[in-house]
Every structure is written in structure tokens, then in C-alpha cells.
């Protein structure tokens, strides 16, 4: 019986219809003699995989797993000096070409509704999950006594669907002490939950020019420098805006500088989404060199106008609503 390796899986999530379509695009399989473009990605994907560090590796490494060739889409290994001379002289631009046809197909299966928005810095969301394993066959995978798992940090990207990064630990890492690890680009967005509450991670991206976008806890102690004023006909759902500054003993030192805290009502679920707290509480630090926060209101815009077509279909009552009832009921006529 033929084993099916984990590298021979993920080669068969390969549109090989539209590679053969780019191949003769291309012509680079003309004059070919045994080993077409095909082989030639499965062996340089290969080495990526097995961290190969020489022809030679490849080579040996294909050889050794003959019997799982034909899986791979592959007649027979190739010797070192055909890999050589085929990554000399085959078309690089066949792979690149593929490359953005498989980022195309791929990144756009989670077809699920967001929010476009109009900031030009990249947005990334950032979580972890835990992934159960067998401890008696991954007895590194340290996480209960008799259980293993492991953990993944994810950075994935918001326009394309598809992780940007992802940093692997045990399962007993916490979100916020693997997201350390977690490289930012400067000037992008970070969402997260409150898991990722810790005001020394967040100093740390402050410094490296990385806004976030983070629930935070219940207990948190701050101040308030200056409430922020609230449209009266727009964006119902924000209960309150205001600049803030830390005032615990320990977070202050973490985080020094004044953070802008947000405070939404959820109506599109009619729930409760932190506990003994009928909102949400965000805080960022975009704030401009000159203490004022950035106008992003067109975010709340569009969420607002989400949230209101999602309570005319369902007959829900909305804050606007709740609110004119309350003034009527102050101010009768």
C-alpha cells in the first residue's frame, strides 16, 4: 500500500487545468526532454517544503519517495544537473503568472460580506486557535496532562482572506504572549479581541508606527481627557467617543500615552458582547501628533447602515427609535 504524504495532499489542491493553460501559453514545455514545467514546480515546491539546501537535496529527497511520484503528477525524479539547468533556463515568468492565478481562485472561496473601508492603511485581523493532537505520538505539543495541542497565531489578511502569517507554539502559549512573535507592517491596522489586552504588546506596536483596534477588559482603569462630541442625526449606534489615559499603577507604565476608547451598541445581534456590558468597548491610538483623533466617522457610517437595513428586515426596534420614544416621553406635547 502507497502511503499519500501530506506534500502529495497539498499538491493535489493545485489547478493543474490552468497550469497547463499558462504552460502553453508560455511554450515552456518546447524542446522539453523528460522533464516538463510540472515537474519542475513540484520540485522547487518540494524544496521549500524539505528547507532543501542544494540540487542535491532535491534530487535525493524526490528519489527517496519514488513510490509516491505518480501522485505527485511525476514520471521520475530528476537528477541534480536537470534541475540546475531547467532553473537556469525555463521561464521564470510561467511560476509568477501561476502564482497570482492561484491568488486570485484561492483568495477570494471565503465569500462571506465585509465592510469596504476607505483608509488606506492595510487592515489585518489577528486570533489564535487551539488544535487538538495525540500527545502519545507529538509528545512535544505540551498542553494538559493527557492531552496535546498546539496553537496558531493568525494574521490574516482582510482584503484577500488569506493568512499573511502565522506563528505555531504549543498550547499552552497565550494569544497575547505568541503575537510578540507575529511581524507587523508599518502603518497597517491590527483588529483583535480582548485577549490581545496587553499594554505592553500594544506599546510594542505603538513604537513600530502599527495601529490596533482591541475590546478591552472590563476592570480597566483610565480617565477621561476629553469626550469627543456625538453626532445627533448620525451613528446612532456609538454611545460614546473620548480620548483617555491609564490610571492603574502598573498599565500606565505599560502604556503611557492616551488611547481613544469607543463605545458601541451591537443592534444587528441584540446581544451583549463583553460581559456585564450592554456594548462594546474599542480603544486605538489613532491619535495625530497634535492630541486630536483622527475623523474616521465614515466607518461608523457604513456600519450604521448595515445595522439599520438588518433591523427593518427583522421588525427590530432601533436606538434611534428607543431614543425619540425617550425625548417624547420627556417633552410631551
Known amino acids: 500500500m502507497i502511503n499519500i504524504t501530506l506534500f502529495s495532499q497539498i499538491i493535489s489542491k493545485l489547478d493543474t487545468s490552468k497550469f497547463k493553460k499558462l504552460v502553453k501559453s508560455h511554450q515552456s514545455d518546447k524542446h522539453q526532454k523528460g522533464f516538463d514545467s510540472w515537474s519542475h514546480l513540484v520540485s522547487m515546491l518540494f524544496c521549500q517544503f524539505a528547507k532543501s539546501q542544494s540540487v542535491r537535496d532535491i534530487s535525493n529527497g524526490l528519489r527517496s519517495a519514488t513510490g509516491n511520484l505518480n501522485h505527485?503528477?511525476?514520471?521520475?525524479?530528476?537528477?541534480?544537473?536537470?534541475?540546475?539547468?531547467?532553473?537556469?533556463?525555463?521561464?521564470?515568468?510561467?511560476?509568477?503568472?501561476?502564482?497570482?492565478?492561484?491568488?486570485?481562485?484561492?483568495?477570494?472561496?471565503?465569500?462571506?460580506?465585509?465592510?469596504?473601508?476607505?483608509?488606506?492603511?492595510?487592515?489585518?485581523?489577528?486570533?489564535?486557535?487551539?488544535?487538538?493532537?495525540c500527545l502519545s505520538l507529538f509528545d512535544w505539543a505540551k498542553y494538559k496532562t493527557k492531552k496535546g495541542a498546539v496553537k496558531m497565531h493568525t494574521l490574516l489578511d482582510y482584503d484577500g482572506h488569506l493568512p499573511a502569517y502565522v506563528n505555531i507554539t504549543d498550547g499552552k502559549t497565550a494569544d497575547n504572549k505568541g503575537a510578540y512573535d507575529v511581524p507587523l507592517l508599518k502603518g497597517s491596522v491590527i483588529v483583535a479581541d480582548r485577549f490581545y489586552n496587553d499594554f505592553a504588546l500594544l506599546n510594542v506596536w505603538d513604537s513600530n508606527g502599527v495601529y490596533f483596534v482591541i475590546r478591552h477588559k472590563d476592570?480597566?482603569?483610565?480617565?477621561t481627557i476629553k469626550e469627543l462630541e456625538l453626532l445627533e442625526n448620525k451613528h446612532q449606534h456609538l454611545l460614546k467617543d473620548e480620548i483617555i489615559e491609564l490610571t492603574g499603577a502598573k498599565t500606565k507604565g505599560k502604556y503611557p500615552k492616551r488611547l481613544r476608547r469607543v463605545a458601541l451598541w451591537d443592534e444587528e445581534n441584540q446581544q451583549t458582547i463583553e460581559v456585564k456590558h450592554t456594548h462594546v468597548h474599542i480603544y486605538t491610538n489613532r491619535i495625530g501628533f497634535d492630541g486630536k483623533a483622527y475623523n474616521d466617522s465614515f466607518i461608523g457610517k457604513r456600519s450604521q447602515l448595515a445595522a439599520d437595513n438588518v433591523a427593518k428586515e427583522l421588525g427590530l426596534t432601533r436606538v434611534g427609535e428607543v431614543q425619540q420614544e425617550k425625548l417624547q416621553e420627556l417633552n410631551p406635547q
Open 72 to 133: 505527485l503528477g511525476m514520471l521520475k525524479a530528476p537528477s541534480k544537473s536537470t534541475v540546475s539547468y531547467q532553473n537556469k533556463n525555463r521561464s521564470w515568468e510561467l511560476f509568477r503568472d501561476y502564482y497570482y492565478v492561484l491568488l486570485e481562485s484561492l483568495g477570494q472561496q471565503a465569500q462571506m460580506k465585509r465592510t469596504k473601508f476607505k483608509i488606506k492603511s492595510k487592515i489585518f485581523l489577528l486570533d489564535a486557535t487551539t488544535i487538538s493532537l
Open 219 to 223: 476592570n480597566i482603569k483610565f480617565k
